[in-house]
């Protein structure tokens, strides 16, 4: 349940001035969230992703190509990419399942770097708008639209659009989230805001600036602070991304006769992690 009402306050890291820096610094702590193997868990939390969205999609994984349609620094792709198709190859699946890697403003170098380790990642060639975007593929295959840890920052009129985006031209919508207006999501963000006081020993140990930011002037656990809570303040809960969806559909601007959609949360990162998911399904006429 809710604790507070849903406030669309900013995050330094959406704003032109955060230093480079200190987005990167955000985006490898993301990273090793997507990494981490919780107590009492046998497999990281993008596996554990990787779980959620094999058990709810329709079809299988591999009739889709998933697009991480907000995919900043690549996101858990890569992981979510090599459990998805080692898991496959056990199967006895017989072609690999592919993603792609968009966002409206780029990190050509990071997707260079993913796309280079792997043959079943590749990248969209210019910034692709999720709000406005028709079709990401058209190779025949169905199109999985993924919101890993972004959805939070689209205000009601941007998400509006994502959705009715997603439904008029897409197979499948899931949005993932860490973050939530909930007890367990404070108390998980919590801890990942105390995270660079270790990090930084460990990413950042040659750096004077990273030192200085974060235990003298504690520049970087405050970032934390500030946009791990907002992150938590902005984040819909289940039924509030499908009331957004009823709206447009009473407006008459999306049809969701051809969709299923649920939503739930499992909890990925004990003691307090849970991965909130919203997934919506096109149902296949054949
Ligand atoms: C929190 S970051 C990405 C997080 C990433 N998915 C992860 O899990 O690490 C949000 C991303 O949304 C992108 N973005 C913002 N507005 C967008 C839009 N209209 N269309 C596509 N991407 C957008 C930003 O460029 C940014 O990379």
Known sequence: MALFPRFQLFEIEDMPWCPSWLREYAHRALHQMWNTIGPGRTSSTAAQACDILVSKLPNEPGAYTFVDACAGAGGPTPMLE??????LKVLGAKKPVRF????????WAAWKKITSASENITHVNQPIDATTVERYVNDGTLECRLFNLCFHHFDDVQAAKILRSAVNHSDTLVIFEMTQRNL??????SIVILSPLISTLLWFWWSPLHMVFTYLI?????????????????????????????????????????????????????????????????????
């Open 82 to 87: 090599r459990s998805l198709n080692s898991r």
């Open 218 to 286: 504690p520049i970087v656990p405050l970032f934390f602070a500030w946009d791990g809570f907002v992150s938590c303040i902005r984040t819909r809960s289940g039924q509030e991304i499908r009331d957004i969806i009823a709206r447009e559909e009473a407006r008459g601007s999306l049809d969701t006769s051809e969709w299923t959609f649920h939503y739930g949360q499992t909890k990925v990162l004990p003691p307090f992690g849970n991965l909130y998911w919203f997934i919506g399904v096109k149902n296949r006429k054949d």
């Open 100 to 107: 792609l890697l968009a966002d409206l403003y780029p990190d």
């Open 184 to 189: 367990p999501a404070l108390l998980n963000t």
